[in-house]
């Protein structure tokens, strides 16, 4: 990505690995960025990596993007006690991967005051966290989920989503699908927190501590999200748990098809079992 012919300044919260390949882009884009994490050491190393200065009461006002990417939790309490201090017309987004609750308490902070808060969940990420392992090209050619705020504001829907697009430039975002908190927090149950939870399940088999010599791809495919942040997938599943245990109990229904069809020798259903997968599959990327 080159440098932005426009100087733009922008707010981080948190430099996790989302929130510090969000100040790494903006920064190799040539943004003017300030930026907090609770942990000092970070913010000092994101400063030798050219971030301008940490985001507090003084500089809150200067931004025209503030990017909340701590737990959904942190963002709100934060958003809460920070909210008189953010300029009008600011555009505020988080990045969290649920989008009801979080998006129903910021519209409420919101409420009262001229910025705007925008729903958003970037479609990129690496099993490993922090900000040593983000990067500026994290985002690049990744869809980026945009939850528009459900009550009008002063300006349209079209202007907010330009303006997104503009001040995100150095992301590299390669597409923005505009969606309600209710329809992202389906989908992703299905789409991502579904992945982890059969993927931190599939590694509990005691055969995966003998696996080497005899795993491929489908194994490092299959496992790669195994490896997680406890702590914080423990709150974005519990903030969607009746989406992600709807899914659960549906994958429990169709595993236990597969085991019947094993159980009973009946090949016949195994192969009809086997040849719908690969159908859905192949209607579902087809769409």
Known sequence: ????????TVGILSLGLIGGSFAKAFVRGGYTVYAYDVARSILHEALNDG???EL?????GACELIVLAGYPEVCERWLKAHASLIAPDTLVIDTAGVKRSLCKTCAHIA????WTFIGCHPMAGTQFSGYRHSRASM???APLVVCLPEVQTHHSHEELLNRLRT???????ASFTCATPDFHDEQIAYTSQLAHVVSNAYVKSPAAQ???G????????LTRVARLNAAMWTELFLDNADNLSHEIETLIQNLQAYKDALDAGDATMLQALLAEGDRLKKEAEAR
Do not use: Q, R
């Open 1 to 8: 990505m080159t440098k932005s012919s426009h100087t733009h």
């Open 210 to 212: 003998a696996h080497k």
């Open 139 to 141: 985002f690049v050619n």
């Open 167 to 173: 001040l995100l430039e150095p992301c590299g975002f």
């Open 214 to 221: 005899f795993s491929a791809g489908s194994y490092k495919d």
């Open 111 to 114: 409420a009262s005051h001229t």
């Open 56 to 60: 507090n009461d003084k500089t809150i």
């Open 51 to 53: 971030i301008t200065g």
